[in-house]
């Protein structure tokens, strides 16, 4: 059941919700591991890993292979010159641009809440920089001041921060400030989704197959009532939203 039938902002994740960015992270982490002889990244570990801030990721994937003989500064930094080399297959999931495309045309308010550091987001959207214009100035990363420490995703904080940013932009417009409540949260992570829905927003939730098949039918269950699990951004239908 939807809270309203008209929303009026739409507040986006980026790994694994816009970009493919998800597979990537799963590529490069796994070769890291390697030179523990732990791994691969599977989805039962990674399930817990996403839309989380960089350091507490690090330190949860660590623990669930038991890594000691690295600090995860240093883990980071050997994640990062592996990852570095890979970010430029980034790339969009099915029906994420068409989706911005249309919401741009109909002058849906748009931001970006991410768990991504500033210098990584950079690096993931190098190549599609332009279409990312339509978030203008609305975006959130993990490592944003605005965030305080230690609440990332799951907590509802980054969702908080974006509807300001677009409210106060419509300040300065005169126009009337929009709610948490007649916001949309799109999401492919579950952290990202009890964020959302701790935000007291309504979750999409894209989720990747792999954690579709980890959570066997759990996921209506963590969604709730009040939000919706499609396989894609593709199957997306915004008249059902007032979009």
């Not at 911005?100 to 970006?112: I, R, T």
């Not at 991410?114 to 203008?136: M, P, Q, R, W």
């Not at 419509?170 to 709610?179: H, K, P, Q, V």
Request: net charge negative; with cysteine.
């Amino acid at each position: 059941m939807l809270t309203f039938t008209r929303y009026k902002a739409c507040l986006f994740d980026l790994d694994g919700t816009l970009l493919n960015t998800e597979d990537i992270y799963t590529e490069g982490t796994s070769q890291v591991l390697a030179k523990y002889g732990k791994g691969p990244l599977t989805w039962d570990i990674k399930l817990d890993l996403q839309g989380r801030p960089g350091p507490e990721a690090t330190r949860r994937l660590l623990q669930a292979y038991g890594i000691t003989e690295v600090t995860p500064e240093q883990y980071m930094q050997q994640a990062f010159d592996v990852l570095q080399s890979l970010w430029g297959k980034s790339d969009w999931l099915d029906g994420a641009l068409p989706l911005l495309n249309y919401l741009k045309e109909k002058n849906v308010p748009l931001a970006l809440g991410t768990g991504s550091n500033l210098v990584n987001y950079k690096l993931k959207i190098d190549k599609l920089a332009e279409h990312f214009e339509v978030f203008k100035h609305h975006i959130v990363t993990g490592d944003d001041v605005r965030l305080p420490p230690g609440r990332g995703k799951p907590h509802p904080d980054i969702w908080h921060i974006c509807l300001e940013s677009l409210n106060r932009e419509r300040d300065e417009m005169g126009l009337e400030r929009i709610t948490i409540e007649e916001c949309l949260v799109f999401e492919d992570g579950i952290p990202g989704v009890i964020s959302g829905k701790n935000a007291n927003a309504t979750v999409v939730w894209v989720p990747h197959p792999g954690a579709l098949a980890e959570l066997d039918g759990k996921e209506n269950e963590i969604i709730g009532d009040g939000g919706k699990v499609l396989p894609s951004l593709a199957a997306f239908d915004p008249a059902k939203y007032g979009l």
